[in-house]
Protein backbone atom coordinates (compact mmCIF):
# COMPACT_ATOMS: atom_id res chain seq x y z
CA UNK A 1 0.00 0.00 0.00
CA UNK A 2 1.49 3.44 -0.63
CA UNK A 3 1.04 6.09 1.57
CA UNK A 4 0.32 9.47 1.18
CA UNK A 5 3.86 10.83 2.18
CA UNK A 6 5.01 9.07 -0.90
CA UNK A 7 3.44 10.84 -3.12
CA UNK A 8 4.46 14.11 -1.58
CA UNK A 9 7.87 15.08 -3.19
CA UNK A 10 9.17 17.49 0.05
CA UNK A 11 8.77 14.87 2.70
CA UNK A 12 11.46 15.62 5.38
CA UNK A 13 12.63 12.01 4.94
CA UNK A 14 13.13 12.45 1.26
CA UNK A 15 14.34 15.63 0.92
CA UNK A 16 17.70 15.94 -1.01
CA UNK A 17 20.48 18.39 -1.67
CA UNK A 18 19.19 19.75 -4.33
CA UNK A 19 15.50 20.16 -3.17
CA UNK A 20 16.75 21.44 -0.09
CA UNK A 21 18.92 24.37 -2.17
CA UNK A 22 16.05 25.20 -4.52
CA UNK A 23 13.74 25.61 -2.08
CA UNK A 24 16.31 27.88 -0.39
CA UNK A 25 17.01 29.85 -4.09
CA UNK A 26 13.08 30.62 -3.72
CA UNK A 27 13.80 32.07 -0.44
CA UNK A 28 17.11 33.78 -1.33
CA UNK A 29 14.80 35.38 -4.33
CA UNK A 30 12.20 36.57 -1.96
CA UNK A 31 14.84 37.66 0.40
CA UNK A 32 16.58 40.10 -2.70
CA UNK A 33 13.12 41.75 -3.20
CA UNK A 34 12.32 42.23 0.43
CA UNK A 35 15.91 43.89 0.29
CA UNK A 36 15.07 46.07 -2.14
CA UNK A 37 11.99 47.14 -1.12
CA UNK A 38 13.39 48.30 2.55
CA UNK A 39 16.08 49.76 0.74
CA UNK A 40 14.37 51.88 -1.35
CA UNK A 41 11.94 52.81 1.68
CA UNK A 42 15.32 54.05 3.19
CA UNK A 43 16.58 55.91 0.52
CA UNK A 44 13.12 57.79 -0.24
CA UNK A 45 12.98 58.44 3.58
CA UNK A 46 17.08 59.43 3.91
CA UNK A 47 16.14 61.65 0.98
CA UNK A 48 12.97 63.35 2.37
CA UNK A 49 15.05 64.47 5.58
CA UNK A 50 17.57 65.72 3.54
CA UNK A 51 16.45 67.45 0.43
CA UNK A 52 18.10 70.99 1.51
CA UNK A 53 21.31 69.65 1.92
CA UNK A 54 23.99 69.78 -1.16
CA UNK A 55 23.52 66.53 -3.13
CA UNK A 56 26.99 64.92 -3.85
CA UNK A 57 27.39 62.57 -6.45
CA UNK A 58 26.10 59.31 -5.63
CA UNK A 59 28.47 56.33 -5.84
CA UNK A 60 28.02 53.34 -8.26
CA UNK A 61 26.71 50.38 -6.63
CA UNK A 62 29.20 47.79 -5.86
CA UNK A 63 26.57 45.79 -7.84
CA UNK A 64 27.18 47.74 -10.83
CA UNK A 65 31.17 47.52 -10.53
CA UNK A 66 31.04 44.40 -10.39
CA UNK A 67 29.06 43.91 -13.31
CA UNK A 68 31.28 46.92 -15.47
CA UNK A 69 34.15 44.77 -14.22
CA UNK A 70 33.13 41.34 -15.51
CA UNK A 71 32.19 42.84 -18.51
CA UNK A 72 35.23 44.74 -19.06
CA UNK A 73 37.43 41.35 -18.80
CA UNK A 74 35.42 40.03 -21.93
CA UNK A 75 35.94 43.43 -23.59
CA UNK A 76 32.43 44.92 -23.57
CA UNK A 77 31.78 48.18 -22.05
CA UNK A 78 28.46 48.90 -19.76
CA UNK A 79 27.35 52.27 -18.90
CA UNK A 80 23.88 53.50 -18.66
CA UNK A 81 20.39 51.81 -18.52
CA UNK A 82 22.66 48.63 -19.39
CA UNK A 83 24.84 48.85 -16.36
CA UNK A 84 22.21 49.47 -14.18
CA UNK A 85 20.18 46.59 -15.29
CA UNK A 86 23.46 44.15 -15.27
CA UNK A 87 24.06 45.57 -11.86
CA UNK A 88 20.22 44.28 -10.54
CA UNK A 89 21.52 40.80 -12.22
CA UNK A 90 24.27 40.60 -9.77
CA UNK A 91 22.28 41.75 -6.93
CA UNK A 92 19.64 38.87 -7.70
CA UNK A 93 22.11 36.56 -8.88
CA UNK A 94 23.97 37.04 -5.54
CA UNK A 95 20.79 36.86 -3.32
CA UNK A 96 19.30 33.89 -4.76
CA UNK A 97 22.51 32.03 -4.42
CA UNK A 98 23.27 32.38 -0.84
CA UNK A 99 19.34 31.63 -0.33
CA UNK A 100 20.01 28.35 -2.09
CA UNK A 101 23.34 28.13 -0.19
CA UNK A 102 21.48 28.56 3.38
CA UNK A 103 18.60 26.42 2.41
CA UNK A 104 21.70 23.14 1.45
CA UNK A 105 23.07 23.88 4.47
CA UNK A 106 19.64 24.81 7.23
CA UNK A 107 19.64 21.11 8.69
CA UNK A 108 23.00 19.85 7.37
CA UNK A 109 24.79 22.88 9.58
CA UNK A 110 23.81 23.09 13.30
CA UNK A 111 23.67 27.08 12.99
CA UNK A 112 22.99 27.25 9.77
CA UNK A 113 19.14 27.26 11.01
CA UNK A 114 18.92 28.93 13.77
CA UNK A 115 17.92 32.79 14.78
CA UNK A 116 15.33 32.93 12.23
CA UNK A 117 17.61 34.02 9.53
CA UNK A 118 19.32 37.21 11.30
CA UNK A 119 23.00 35.45 11.67
CA UNK A 120 22.12 34.95 7.81
CA UNK A 121 21.36 38.52 7.10
CA UNK A 122 24.05 39.48 9.35
CA UNK A 123 26.94 37.34 8.28
CA UNK A 124 26.05 38.41 4.66
CA UNK A 125 26.37 41.88 5.80
CA UNK A 126 29.77 41.50 7.59
CA UNK A 127 31.54 39.67 5.49
CA UNK A 128 30.09 40.33 1.96
CA UNK A 129 29.19 44.35 2.35
CA UNK A 130 31.99 44.90 5.22
CA UNK A 131 34.87 42.82 4.22
CA UNK A 132 34.51 40.92 0.31
CA UNK A 133 33.23 44.12 -1.22
CA UNK A 134 35.85 46.19 0.23
CA UNK A 135 38.79 43.99 -0.44
CA UNK A 136 37.53 43.36 -4.23
CA UNK A 137 37.39 47.20 -4.52
CA UNK A 138 33.99 47.33 -5.25
CA UNK A 139 33.49 49.73 -2.48
CA UNK A 140 35.51 52.42 -0.38
CA UNK A 141 36.79 51.07 2.69
CA UNK A 142 34.56 50.79 5.30
CA UNK A 143 35.98 53.72 7.34
CA UNK A 144 35.36 55.83 4.32
CA UNK A 145 31.64 55.11 4.45
CA UNK A 146 29.33 56.98 6.41
CA UNK A 147 27.69 55.42 9.33
CA UNK A 148 24.36 56.08 8.60
CA UNK A 149 24.95 53.69 5.19
CA UNK A 150 26.72 50.63 7.17
CA UNK A 151 23.29 50.83 9.52
CA UNK A 152 21.08 51.06 6.26
CA UNK A 153 22.78 48.20 4.68
CA UNK A 154 22.70 46.44 7.89
CA UNK A 155 18.93 46.82 8.36
CA UNK A 156 18.69 46.01 4.47
CA UNK A 157 20.74 42.30 5.18
CA UNK A 158 18.64 41.47 8.08
CA UNK A 159 15.32 42.31 6.42
CA UNK A 160 17.32 39.63 3.59
CA UNK A 161 18.10 37.10 5.79
CA UNK A 162 14.62 37.16 7.65
CA UNK A 163 12.60 36.76 4.67
CA UNK A 164 14.96 34.15 2.94
CA UNK A 165 14.80 31.83 6.30
CA UNK A 166 10.81 32.32 6.61
CA UNK A 167 10.43 31.75 3.35
CA UNK A 168 12.59 28.45 2.86
CA UNK A 169 10.00 27.46 6.04
CA UNK A 170 7.12 28.40 4.33
CA UNK A 171 8.05 26.78 1.12
CA UNK A 172 9.20 23.70 2.74
CA UNK A 173 6.36 23.24 5.08
CA UNK A 174 3.83 23.55 2.15
CA UNK A 175 5.67 20.92 0.34
CA UNK A 176 6.01 18.75 3.25
Known sequence: MIRWSRLRPFHPEQRSLIQDALTGAVGGALGTFA????????????ESKHQDESRQSPQEPATEV???????????????????????????????????????LHDRVPLAGKLFGVGLGLGLFLFGDELAV?????????????????????AAHLVYGTTTEST?????????
Request: hydrophobic share 45%.
Open 134 to 154: PLLRLSPPPQKVPAKSHLSAL
Open 168 to 176: YRLVRHALA
Open 35 to 46: MNQAQALMAKRG
Open 66 to 104: AARKVAERAGVHLEGEVKKKSGNAVHWGYGTFWGAVHGA
